[in-house]
């Protein structure tokens, strides 16, 4: 419960029994609709305040207290000399906007950058930012005024056309909206996180959308799809190309929320002087909308640096004022450009999608704004609404003026004809307020039409003035019957609206800057396609890191497989050979295997990458083997009627002496990084030994203890999914299994080293072959096994391979 003072309305006796004053008492109300009470007056504060434009002149309440103190308080048309960041800023914080100032400056910044908006509201000297993702200078630096454009904003304010309130401390009044003459939510776009809402619109082409409201008037039942006639899509500043078919494109104008598919613009370098013979060059020129060069230009060196696509050599920045964003990108000669931009359009932000979400603040029947997510129908409709009230009030407010001048022309003639009559009563008079009375009393004028008399200059009733006068009041009349016509007619209205919209449109012509294509144009991914054959070796260390390395030569060269750099204390556990076209397999100790493309392996002559960071691997769990799909060392897979399951298998052996095989045609395609099960583990169990089953028919498998067992390896339960396996040896209380060692010639013999540190040998002559489930050969009394020696790793002559 929260409690609530409120006071109270009766009289309180004290302990003396007199009446006491009104006192305080504390009510208790439920915590949670106070809560929600509370909550709703900060959510709506936020999305009519703050975060969502006024569908009719489509801006924030920040972007109109700035525009408005640029245009009313401090003038700054376009043809005026610029005034510092500063102090448009702090009159906006100052007067109307009682935020933070870098609020606002943000908000100013946006009015002003050309790559953020399709016709820009603020024309900024000096550093406003840039493309590349550059902030723009501090407030004291820079300066502004407004563009040609944004005074159709605000022009018509002079008329009265658009309601007043006052500011937040009530000293001066503010538009509530401004007059806007074009629909400028639709032709620059917004972006607002309210609460529990967004909106997200997307600039328009100015002509497009002139075109489409021209229609509208005249087709007040037009359809989405109709309209989308006029306006074929976003235009965005930075251009790009739509790849979103017309179909879907018009479902999101349906809707008013979608994905519209953005890719960046690109060509071959046709320039003699720029080409060189090792390489060609594809100038990108335009990138979507909202994404920074300069990001872009990271994203892309790092795909050079790692060399996830090999055909691309190089990228460099070239854009300047003269030839605009030119992005090079350097490939090799024989490489294919439309692969290597479909990799890009895959990996980068050369594509991407724009999320539309057109949600605006909308008027209800009482004229109260409330968010409401309109189709492109809905929001032409609603500002049209909007334009036709304005220009009414503006006629209305001409008219008023106009009646006013008229009334006091006709005073002027009226006096003229009686003009030495009325000169002689003002001289007679005892000032202003008599000859007042005297004139009015002598001629039919009223209290107005007599005190513009008498404030107008005695030269100007003279005879030649007087034509003029009338010449005014019969302009002035004219006037006056042409707008009581249009008043008369909401026709002639509209036709006023019409105009008035084709004019701004031929004032500002535009081309558009987005191109549009098809989905038809995004091809499938094929990872494979962007990959070049090489052969390579992955090596994995004991403590799971992984890299990638060319050749290793044998005894004698620079690349020796005993001089590849490893952590301190790491040692090499396998290396994998392969192609960077096939996988490899990493076997971990917990039961879960990790496919990965080799060419996803960072190449390095250091300590390469952990696998943790390609792969979720559990805690504590580490590498036990990792094993090759190139064909060239892993035989295919291969099954038959008497044998379903296909070979090659793979040997699993755990520390509780479990042991199984599995099918390696499980494990050949990429994982995820949760990986695949390929054993299911007892408690307090874990895997010690993975290896491939090729020509290996026994194996021994070796205990702490000392104890070794000879078994064969069919004797290893053949599993088509992860299982717990068969009992391969039977273990003494505390003895676990070190690992195991596949036999495969007569002359291989398992070696250790005790736990004395002295060397042992064990052969197959005389340790017979024997059944699973046995305890094993006690091979000594008096130590234990402390690590089993494998058998070198054999590292693969590629020399000899690629000769073959």
């Not at 003038?75 to 906006?92: E, F, S, V, W, Y």
């Not at 109307?96 to 400056?105: F, M, N, R």
């Not at 006068?469 to 002035?476: D, G, H, N, Q, Y």
């Not at 299982?723 to 013999?749: H, N, Y």
Request: charged share 30%.
């Amino acid at each position: 419960m929260a409690k609530r003072k409120s006071a109270s309305n009766g009289e309180e006796k004290n302990t003396n029994g007199h009446a006491s004053v009104e006192t305080d008492r504390i009510e208790y109300v439920p915590i949670s609709e106070v809560t929600r009470r509370r909550y709703l007056n900060y959510a709506m504060s936020v999305i009519t305040s703050r975060a969502l434009p006024d569908v009719r002149d489509g801006l924030k309440p920040v972007q109109r207290r700035i525009l408005y103190v640029m245009y009313h308080d401090l003038r700054l048309m376009a043809n005026a000399k610029p005034r510092k960041c500063a102090k448009i800023c702090g009159d906006t914080t100052g007067n109307y906007h009682p935020h933070g100032d870098s609020s606002v400056y943000d908000a100013l910044v946006r009015l002003a950058q050309d790559f953020n908006l399709r016709n820009p509201l603020v024309n900024g000297q000096g550093n406003f930012g840039s493309i590349m993702g550059l902030p723009a200078a501090a407030a004291r630096y820079t300066e502004a005024r407004l563009t040609g454009i944004a005074e159709h904003l605000m022009n018509e304010l002079r008329y009265q056309t658009v309601e007043m309130r006052p500011n937040y401390d009530g000293t001066r009044e503010e538009p509530v909206v401004l007059p806007a003459r074009f629909p400028n939510l639709l032709v620059n776009g917004v972006h607002g996180i309210a609460v529990g809402m967004a909106t997200n619109i997307p600039p328009h082409n100015l002509g497009e959308v002139v075109k489409a409201c021209t229609h509208l008037i005249h087709h007040p039942d037009a359809t989405v799809a109709q309209l989308m006639k006029y306006i074929k899509g976003p235009d965005f500043p930075l251009g790009g190309r739509i790849v979103t078919d017309k179909r879907s494109l018009t479902t999101v104008y349906k809707e008013g929320r979608g994905p519209i598919k953005i890719r960046g613009e690109w060509k071959i370098d046709t320039d003699k002087r720029a080409k060189t013979k090792n390489t060609q060059r594809l100038i990108v020129y335009s990138v979507p909308y909202g994404v920074e060069t300069g990001s872009l230009l990271s994203e892309i060196g790092g795909i050079v640096e790692t060399r996830k696509l090999p055909q691309l050599m190089d990228v460099a920045d070239e854009t300047d004022d003269k030839n605009g964003l030119k992005i090079v990108l350097d490939i090799k000669p024989d490489a294919d450009p439309e692969t290597v931009m479909a990799f890009l359009y895959k990996h980068t932000h050369l594509e991407q999608n724009f999320s539309v979400n057109m949600t605006c603040l909308v008027p209800d029947d009482s004229d109260v704004l409330v968010p409401q997510r309109c189709d492109l129908r809905e929001m032409l409709q609603f500002f049209l609404d909007f334009r036709f009230i304005t220009v009414r009030r503006r006629f209305e407010y001409q008219l008023e003026q106009l009646e006013r001048r008229i009334h006091i022309l006709e005073g002027f003639e009226i006096i003229f004809n009686g003009l030495d009559k009325a000169l002689k009563l003002i001289r007679a008079s005892n000032g202003k307020q008599d000859a007042a009375k005297k004139l009015m009393a002598n001629f039919p004028l009223d209290e107005i039409q007599t005190m513009a008399i008498l404030e107008l200059q005695l030269y100007r009733i003279s005879k030649l003035e007087i034509n003029t006068i009338r010449e005014e009041l019969e302009e002035k009349q004219a006037e006056a019957a042409r707008i009581r016509r249009i008043l008369a007619s909401d026709k002639r209205l509209w036709k006023v609206v019409e105009t008035e919209l084709k004019e701004l449109g031929e004032e500002f012509p535009e081309k558009r800057q987005t191109k549009l294509g098809s989905s038809d144009e995004i091809t499938e991914f094929d990872p494979q396609a962007y990959i070049v054959r090489e052969n390579t070796n992955v090596v994995v260390t004991r403590e799971g890191w992984i890299k990638r390395v060319g050749r290793l030569k044998t005894k004698g060269e620079t690349r020796e497989l005993d001089k590849t750099r490893v952590r301190e204390g790491d040692s090499v556990l396998d290396v994998a050979p392969g192609s960077t076209l096939d996988h490899v397999v990493f076997f971990s100790s917990d039961g879960v295997a990790y496919t990965l493309p080799i060419e996803q392996v960072p190449v390095s002559s250091g300590y390469g990458e952990p696998l943790s960071k390609h792969a979720r691997m559990g805690d504590g769990a580490s590498l036990v083997a990792a094993i090759t799909t190139d064909a060239r060392f892993t035989p295919e897979d291969k099954a038959t009627r008497k044998q379903p399951i296909p070979t090659p298998h793979v040997l699993i052996v755990t520390e509780k002496g479990q042991i199984m095989r599995i099918s390696f045609s499980l494990f050949r395609t990429a994982s995820t990084k949760a990986g695949r099960k390929y054993c299911r583990l007892g408690k307090d169990d874990r895997v010690v030994y993975a290896g491939l089953v090729e020509d290996a028919e026994t194996m021994f498998i070796a205990t702490r203890d000392a104890r070794v067992l000879h078994c064969e390896i069919e004797e290893a339960a053949l599993l088509s999914n992860p299982g717990k396996g068969v009992k391969g040896i039977k273990l003494e209380k505390g003895d676990t299994v070190m690992g195991a060692l596949q036999l495969t010639r007569p002359s291989d013999c398992l070696r250790v080293i005790n736990t004395g540190g002295k060397k042992m040998t064990f052969g197959q002559m005389k340790y017979g072959v024997t059944s699973r489930g046995g305890k094993g050969v006690k091979t000594s009394q008096r130590s234990g096994f402390a690590e089993i020696l494998y058998p070198p790793i054999e590292v693969v002559d590629w020399d000899e391979i690629e000769d073959e």
